[in-house]
């Protein structure tokens, strides 16, 4: 049976990473997007041509789109949204036209995730994403000053996340804040904070049911489109999965998966398995959701965290943390062989190691990378999850090839 896929997210040239670097660490498969093509436009047939052409050019394929990202109209319901679902559907085309099927997306509201801190120093001087519920706190009530923000916390909470916002100088502040806005993956251009505060109002006036409601219309349009155009659509779990500034998660457990893959049911309509962004819940068993959802995996995105008893969490070694990675690693093997028995499904899932820590040399071009994409960080853990999984395959005896 033959291995997972390995593949690596590239963000283009201008964010430190080379394809050349890229194919020296053994990737068969590209992660990309066309990242250029403003929001809720179509991607041009010529446009994802070229890069597909510049990714082969390395010796790699283009094997997954993350992400088509989906416009704020079709997650807040606007009039405009059907639209926007038009060029979704006529992008999706393009791509099956030039032979990309798999298209990883979210339905994240604000922004793609959220952390307090992009350069947390860990004890061994490397540094990792970190989350603070604290110092996310601080920011909702005295940088976005959420109207009746002070209602979501309690009274230690409120004490706590004065005194944090308090003790910070001017420089700490506008480091909390760019953490927060830093934007969507793949650009240096921070979500400008009155924009935030606009679509942040519009959000919290739909509740979870209405969001998940435009979640499910949004897939009845363009599943069916999917389905016949061969394209495996898999949506990207919440991060964190939990509620922050106010805003309600309908991707971040369980039932609520189970109500993504209930909305619209087809073999086209899947997940993208992150144990990050999962795993930053304890409440959250990410062997069951290999298990009973393993089928509609399309995409598989590895990382670990550390979750912290004050509520915090940091992004961890991938095989260190809280996650135990090597559970999540023998139940999609186990996947695997079941795609292998019955027939159905693509039984080499694509899977890239998700974030990595700052470390060695990286640290002197840190600024080059786009925050969680360093080079020798992910490298590192593209090898250690290799490394297991060959590892699983000989304890249960399965056989692996690329």
């Not at 939990?242 to 619209?264: D, H, M, Q, T, W």
Request: glycine content about 8%; aromatic content about 8%; overall charge negative.
């Amino acid at each position: 049976m033959k291995n997972l896929k390995k593949t690596f997210r590239w963000f283009g040239p201008d964010f430190g990473v080379a394809l050349s670097d890229i194919k020296q660490l053994g990737v068969e498969g590209i992660v990309a997007a066309c990242q250029e093509i403003p929001l809720g436009e179509v991607w041009p047939l010529e446009t994802i041509a070229s890069l597909k052409k510049e990714i082969e050019d390395h010796g790699m394929e283009w094997a997954v789109v993350e992400s088509v990202n989906v416009h704020t109209a079709i997650k807040y319901g606007l009039p405009e949204r059907d639209a926007y679902i038009a060029n979704y559907k006529q992008t999706l085309k393009n791509l099956a036209a030039n032979g990309i099927y798999v298209v990883c997306y979210n339905f994240m509201q604000l922004i793609d995730w959220t952390r307090t801190n992009l350069d947390y120093e860990l004890p061994n001087g490397a540094s990792a994403l970190h989350y603070d519920p604290i110092a996310a706190a601080a920011f909702d009530l005295f940088i976005l000053k959420r109207e009746h923000a002070r209602d979501s916390y309690d009274e230690v909470v409120l004490k706590k996340a004065q005194d944090y916002f308090e003790a910070l100088d001017d420089a700490a502040r506008q480091r909390l804040e760019k953490a927060i806005l830093a934007g969507m993956p793949g650009s240096r251009k921070l979500i400008d904070l009155d924009e935030f505060k606009k679509n942040h109002s519009l959000v919290l006036e739909i509740d979870k049911e209405q969001l998940q409601d435009n979640l499910a219309y949004f897939l009845k349009a363009i599943i069916p489109e999917a389905e016949k155009l061969g394209v495996r659509m898999a949506i990207h779990p919440d991060d964190p999965p939990f509620s922050v500034f106010g805003v309600p998660r309908i991707a971040s457990n369980y039932e609520e998966l189970k109500f993504v893959l209930e909305a619209c049911p087809s073999a086209s309509n899947g997940l993208t398995f992150c144990s990050g962004s999962l795993g930053a819940s304890a409440d959250n068993d990410l062997v069951k959701i290999v298990q009973d959802f393993g089928d509609k995996i399309h995409f598989v995105h590895l990382r670990n965290v550390t979750r912290l008893p004050d509520g915090s969490f940091y992004e961890a070694e991938h095989l260190n943390g809280s996650v135990s990675m090597e559970k999540v690693m023998k139940a999609i093997v186990q996947e695997q062989r079941k795609r292998h028995l019955n027939g159905k499904g693509e039984i080499r899932i694509p899977i890239r190691p998700d974030h990595g820590h700052v470390l060695l040399d990286d640290k002197k071009r840190m600024n080059d990378f786009y925050s969680g994409y360093s080079l020798i960080g992910r490298a590192m853990g593209l090898a250690q999850l290799s490394g297991l999984e060959k590892g699983i395959r000989e304890g249960l005896k399965i056989g692996g090839t690329a």
